[in-house]
Structure formats: structure tokens, C-alpha cells
DNA sequence: TCTTGACGTGCAACCGGTTGCATAGAATAG
DNA sequence: CTATTCTATGCAACCGGTTGCACGTCAAGA
């Protein structure tokens, strides 16, 4: 676009340039390598570019040099309060150094995480793919055009961040082994998820370490209804006590057992994993704490850290889990 | 940064232009303003930059043209569950544009939200501040810069959405004074918030419709634990009903009540603001439902309307609400 | 005193697109 | 058959910065 300025244009880096009785060079130094200046010549441009309004272009910035400032972050479903934690501590620690975040919902879809990667790469600096529902292929194709780090992803050769839910879930099973519990289930969620195979898993292997017995009820997606919907599915199989995949789930679950009048905890034990909802269940949730927001905060510092220097390497960060004793789990019932 | 174009280099217009032996201006063209040029003139040039990989840059583009393609989206806390909705819905139709958006995360904070804004501005065609903590000044210098649209805030002379809580107020209290309650208590908010304020006075001028007494009561903030902190203070004014600034809020009186032996409804009735908590309280919440989803795609589609047709007026798009009956309201006890 | 080097600054090319204007050839009018 | 209007395309300037290299100055070393 050709156009004459304006009087509301914002000034230029020509306009401080003529105002110091300088060269356009000499103001981009000062700004971005002031060590190369006189120190008096800095501080006069600097004075004067304040005082006339002068901001540098962000974008004619990223495009000489490349650098955009800016990463992407893109969760599956923003409105599932494991994510908003972690966001906001991504966020914080990318606006430490000064980065700005595009922020993608993917719907759970991977071809809607694909699109808004395409529409964000031309414009980004890296990735931070959040429980990434895309193929291997596909996020190594993401990976090879920017610098990339994975949350709750484990695709080798690609940096990533792992909330470990081994640990956390093995204390639950001792905590209701304890307890006297010999039959229990786990309420699973998306098959996609890399979470729910690792949960699973540590059930599985937990159940097997302390004797118990151990069914899989499928709740089908991870919601609050879907756990509600599950509970006669888990009460037929004799269990209990359920861990589910996530406290949206296991409030559902509560809910659902409230529901037929089959009281928790002392009835039916309950544990969740995730611990968003913090004690905001009554009872209580019991609960395998994950601290979502450090897996935002490790992850982003992570990404920054490789756009720096450039030092990839096959990082593979875990994050320890463990379990909250809260109100939803007792004794089983005698009978 | 002058660099020789390694192996890996993305194909540039020139590249292109090359391959197709016409000129850079021509393949602008191509992608641009198509009907400006030969049928297959058009057709052989998107067909040669699809086969070698052509992406046209983002922010050369953005250069050149001063339009971003991008747009701001502030928030005061990512993880107050009134804001996932209306983020995702706001996301998903600037998707629809083929808008990317940046997310700042204010954190209650004026000088925050001022600083993520003057980073932002430089790359965004237009921003959308929800429930800004900004002093109007503030808003109406960032409003001089670029396009921008509030929600629950209202500026005269700003677009603006706003859930106009009054509707859904009067339902509620008049469903209180049918069950029979006389003297209520209302739960304030952040008492910078837009929606506190107009709550408030709905509240107020509902209790006098129907002739109830009312009490304010100040909770700190927005939290489950200032909710259930408040519990004591709001039974010291002999009270049998509470409307909550919000559903967190509301939690947490729930919480309170239950912990101090006060069976909620039975003993005392307790509605939320916002329904972010669907039905998962036990008892399910009685509460005002805003739609922050409808807020969030109301006001995005109103910001990209404006980016098109640059024909700005004074919107101000009220959204209604209701009183959705649940689980925690019933008549007073007797005495 | 002459060379040598460090230091501070300017010149101009470059990043990858967009667009006003010029122009050549084709189509239509006179 | 020449004058006029379109149409399709190219040229080159421009958006607002960054940066390799050249140049001039001044002080220290020979």
C-alpha cells in the first residue's frame, strides 16, 4: 500500500532518525545492539524516540530477521479444566521473555489441530502441542519446520514434558488397598489420550502389585455426563471403588452414585486424577494430583530454552504425581 | 540477516515466478486479486506453487498491506471457568476468518492487561477485552489504535456485548420471594467488575420490586475459597436465601453451609450467577445462566465486522439472561 | 611522524510480499 | 486502415526494520 502518512501515522524508525541527525542504521542499533554505539548517542536516540512515539515495527522485525517472537499453544479443549491452568502458566512464562502466544482450540480434532499449525506457522517461533491428537507423522512434519515441544505426548526425538501418573496412581491403589478395597475399576477417557494408556496401565500394573482385582469401564468421552452415565456399568461389577481417568469424570461418577442413593464415600469409594477441582466437591474428591500448570510452565521454558540455543537434543521431561487424600474414599462396605 | 537460502528454504514468490516465467508482481496476483489476470495464467501458477511447496509469508504479507491477520483476546483469569466458553467460542469464529488469536492472560491486573496489549498491538488488526480492568482512559487510548470490542464493560462509544444480568436477577428473586423468603443476602464480586456492579443494582432493585430485605455481603474476590470463607457473615444476617456474584462463589458458600451443619435447600437456598458449573454440584446449582459462549462469538463476529466495513458506531449488544432452576432453592424454614 | 587498529557511524542490499503506473498486444470503433 | 479502448502483465517503489561492509577519526605503538 502506498500512502501518504497521515497525521496519526505511527512514526518510524526514519522519523527518529532525522529527529537525532542520524542514520536509519544508528537508530536500529541503538535499539537492538546498543553495545555497538557511542553511549551518549544511545541515550539521546532512545530519549528522542520516546519523546516523538516511537515504537519499533514488530513485524518488520520478524520479517528481516526472521524471528517472530511469538509461539504457538494449542490444547485440545480449552473448556476442560485441566487445560486452563496449564495455559495460563504457558502464558506467563512465555510473557517473561517477552513472547506472545497464539492460542489454537483443536475441538479434539487432529485436523483442526493441523489447520490452525499451518495458519501458525508462518508466524511463530515454535510449538507447544498440548496432548497433541495428531499422528506421529504429522507432528514429526510440524516438528521439522519449528522448533517443537510436546505436553502429555510421547513421540521420540521430540522434546517433551510428561505429567508421570505412575507414581500417583500406585499410591492410590496401596491408599485403597489399605483400606481394605479387593475390587475395584477404572473409568477410562479418550482412547486418543496418551494420559488415559499410561493411567490405565498403572491401574493394571498397581492392581497387580497389591492383589486386586481390576475391571475397565469405558466412559466414552472425558465429561462430566459420561461419568454420571457410567455408574450402573461400574456398580454391576461388584467393585468397590473406581479411579477414574479425570474429577470431571469422577464428579460425574459422584453425582451418578448419589443419583441411585449409594452414598460415597462410605458406600462406594471415589478417585480422580488431575486434581482441578481442587476440594470444590462435597465430599471432597480424593484425588491423583497433577499439576497441570507446572507441565505448562516446564514446557514453554523448555520451548524458549531451544529457541535460544539451538541445543535439541531428546529431552524428556516428568513430572511426579501423587495422591491427595481427601473425603471420597473409606473402607469399603462390610456385608 | 543476509542469508544464501539453504536446501530447506521455503519457496519464495520469486521462486515461483520463476518456475512459472512470468513476474513476482504476477504471482501476487495469482493469490490476490485473481480475477485480475488470465484464466490459465492463474490456474498454471497455483498449480506450479502447490508442486513446489509455495506458502505465501504471513508477515510480508502483513507488511506491505498493514493488515495482520490476527487478533487480541484478553482475559483477566484463564482459569475462572466463565471464561473457557466464551474463549473457545471467540476462537472458533475467528477461525472461521482464517483469523489467528493471540491470548493474554491479564491476571486481575490493569498494568498487565496495558502491558500485553502494547505487545500485541503491533500485530493485530483488532482487539477484544473481556471484563478489562482498564480505566476507561486506557480503553479508550487502546480503542484510538486499533478496532476493538468490550464484553462487560461498558464504554459509551466503544462496541461493546454485555450480559445484562437484570432479567435472570428478577427471576431469581422473584422465584425466592414464591417459595417464600423474606430477607436475602447478596454476594459481591471484584468490586472493579462490570457484572458485579450491575448485579448488585439488579439485586437491589428486585429485592424492592418484591418487597424483600436484602444485605450485602463482600466476598474478596471470586473463589470457591473466599465462597465458603463468607458463609459465617452471610448467616449472622439472619438471611435465608444468598444470590452469589458467581458459581465459584456459590460453590463455596455450598460448602460453607455444609461444613457448619446447614442443609442447602432445606435450611437455606443458595443461586449462582454464570452456569459454568452445569449440574455438577450436589445439590445441582440453581443459578442465573449468562452464556459466555454467546458473549464470546457475539463479540468476536461483531470485531471482524468492523475490520471488513469500517462502519464502527456505537454498538451495544445485550445479551439476556434467565434463572435456571435446579436442586438448591426451596422455602425457607419454618420457625 | 607514519602505520595500525579500534571504534563509531553510514550506505545500501535484503527480508517477501503488494500495488500504482506504464506498456504491449488484442479487440473494437470509426 | 488508423484511432481508441481494454486486458494482461511487468517494472519498480514501498512497507519498516536488520546487517555486512566500507569509511573516517583518533589514539597508541614503532
Redesign the interface.
Known amino acids: ?1 502506498i500512502q501518504g502518512k497521515g497525521q496519526n501515522a505511527r512514526p518510524t524508525m526514519v522519523d527518529v532518525a532525522n529527529a537525532a541527525g542520524v542514520s536509519k542504521s544508528t537508530v536500529s542499533r541503538a535499539f537492538s545492539q546498543p553495545e555497538m554505539l557511542g553511549t551518549e548517542t544511545v541515550s539521546r536516540i532512545l530519549e528522542i524516540a520516546s519523546s516523538i512515539g516511537y ?6 522485525r ?5 524471528r ?1 517472537g ?1 509461539v504457538a ?1 494449542v490444547v485440545p ?3 476442560n ?1 485441566f ?3 496449564l ?2 502458566a504457558a ?2 512464562s512465555a ?1 517473561l521473555a ?1 513472547y ?6 483443536s ?1 479434539e480434532s487432529w485436523r483442526q489441530e493441523d489447520k ?1 499449525l499451518d ?2 506457522v ?2 511463530v517461533d515454535g510449538l507447544l502441542l498440548v496432548a497433541s491428537r495428531l499422528s506421529e507423522e504429522r507432528i514429526h512434519g510440524h516438528a521439522a519446520r519449528k522448533p517443537t515441544v510436546l505436553i502429555n505426548r510421547d513421540v521420540r526425538g521430540i522434546p517433551r514434558v510428561l505429567i508421570d501418573s505412575g507414581q500417583g496412581v500406585q499410591e492410590a491403589i496401596a491408599h485403597l488397598a489399605a483400606l481394605g478395597h479387593k475390587r475395584i475399576v477404572y473409568v477410562s477417557g479418550p482412547s486418543t489420550s496418551w494420559s488415559n494408556q499410561q493411567r490405565r496401565n498403572a491401574v493394571r500394573q498397581g492392581a497387580r502389585d497389591f492383589h486386586l482385582h481390576v475391571d475397565i469401564v469405558a466412559a466414552r468421552v472425558a465429561s ?1 455426563e459420561s461419568g454420571r452415565a457410567v455408574v450402573p456399568t461400574i456398580l454391576a461389577t461388584g467393585a468397590s471403588a473406581a479411579i477414574a481417568f479425570d474429577d470431571v469424570t469422577a ?2 461418577i ?2 451418578g452414585m ?1 443419583d441411585l442413593g449409594v452414598s460415597v464415600p462410605s458406600s462406594f469409594s471415589v478417585i480422580g486424577c488431575d486434581d482441578v477441582l ?5 465430599p ?1 474428591l480424593t484425588t491423583v494430583s497433577t499439576r497441570s500448570d507446572e507441565a505448562g510452565h516446564a514446557a514453554m521454558s523448555l520451548l524458549l530454552d531451544l529457541l535460544n540455543s539451538r541445543s535439541v537434543g531428546d529431552a524428556r521431561i516428568t513430572l511426579d504425581t501423587h495422591l491427595v487424600v481427601r473425603g471420597t474414599t473409606s473402607a469399603p462396605p462390610r456385608r
Chains 1, 2 share one sequence.
Not at 62 to 66: E, F, I, K, N, Y
Not at 278 to 282: L, R, V, W
Request: hydrophobic share 35%; net charge negative; charged share 10%.
Open positions: 500500500m515504537v519499533p515495527n514488530h513485524t518488520a520478524a520479517l528481516s530477521t526472521g517472530y511469538n499453544l479443549d480449552v473448556t479444566p487445560f486452563p491452568p495455559i495460563r502464558q506467563m510473557d517477552d506472545c502466544v497464539f492460542l489454537g482450540n475441538d490452525l495458519r501458525f508462518g508466524q462430566y464428579h460425574g459422584m453425582t448419589a481442587g476440594a470444590a466437591t462435597y471432597s
